[in-house]
């Protein structure tokens, strides 16, 4: 089966690296030149354009930035789906919203190409050893049809329901995450204001109701003041507009996310946009120290 890979960021690159050492023939693109040596190696072949990469593929993957970057690549001038034959399955893993999902889904269909939304939870390590969550919207039978590429990389795929179910399914993901963690960022300053040490703070909150991989994994990240990017602030900050956005269209009395919409845009002010979003701290203490 041959496979198109499209987007070979933090995440895109373990995925389709992922693809690869499971025997899948597959064709990587990505906008900035460059990011492909190393699965050229492993047997890649690195197409020219999204087009390019979609032509001859039976599956193509999507793994962007946002919503434009998708709808340019897939639907632009150029773009895959123009690429794709019918028959074949397109499936966006992108972080959406809804509606864009179902307008990709809209565009498939008139290529009769079948569509899935099916974001992800999980960051570089997960995406590494294929330990992702996947939320899937679209039709059931095409899930199974192309399951075992996802299993690939992941550990776990929930059916969601019909195209925009999964993207919207991965808003209300990470606005829990972000709410949770910058609760957390918030009582981890006061009480170091207050005298309190880091390594306790961590250990007690570990230690209890709250404990979670995730309290874990940016608890350690705070206290050591290391802000490698697994998940980027830039991208968190994209989610939350993208929640605010959908919550209107609802009709939600939406304070938190409103909140913490502010909060990541005052954080990419101060230039925290390519740090791990754990660096959301900084906002409440800008002399943070673990």
Do not use: C
């Amino acid at each position: 089966m041959k496979i198109a890979f499209l987007g070979l960021g933090i995440m895109g690159s373990r995925m389709s690296e992922r693809l690869i050492r499971a025997g899948y023939d597959v064709t990587v693109w990505n906008r900035t030149a460059g990011k492909a040596e190393g699965l050229k190696k492993l047997g890649a072949r690195e197409a020219v354009s999204p087009k390019d990469a979609a032509t001859g593929a039976d599956v193509a993957i999507t793994m962007l930035a946002d919503p434009a970057s998708v709808e340019a690549v897939a639907i632009g001038d150029g773009g895959l789906i123009d690429g794709l034959k019918s028959g074949a399955v397109y499936i966006d893993m992108t972080t959406v919203s809804p509606a864009t999902s179902r307008k990709l889904g809209e565009a498939a269909g008139r290529k009769r190409v079948a569509f899935l939304d099916a974001p992800v939870t999980g960051s570089k390590p997960a995406a590494a050893s294929g330990e992702l969550v996947l939320m899937v919207g679209g039709e059931a039978s095409i899930l199974d049809q192309v399951r075992p590429i996802l299993q690939a990389m992941s550990k776990k795929i929930v059916y969601m329901g019909p195209v925009g179910a999964g993207s919207l399914m991965k808003l209300v993901n990470n606005l829990s995450m972000a709410g949770a963690m910058a609760a957390f960022f918030e009582g981890f300053t006061l009480g170091r204001l207050g005298g309190l040490s880091g390594e306790a703070i961590l250990e007690v909150l570990t230690s209890g109701a709250l404990a979670s991989p995730l309290l874990r994994l940016k608890g350690e990240a705070v206290l050591k003041g290391n802000f490698e990017p697994l998940f980027s602030l830039k991208h968190m900050a994209k989610d939350i507009h993208l929640a605010v956005d959908e919550s209107a269209q609802e009709g939600l009395n939406a304070p938190i996310s409103h909140l913490l919409d502010t909060l990541f845009q005052t954080a990419q002010r101060q230039g925290l946009g390519e740090a791990d979003y754990a660096a959301l701290i900084k906002v409440f203490n800008p002399n943070n120290e673990a």
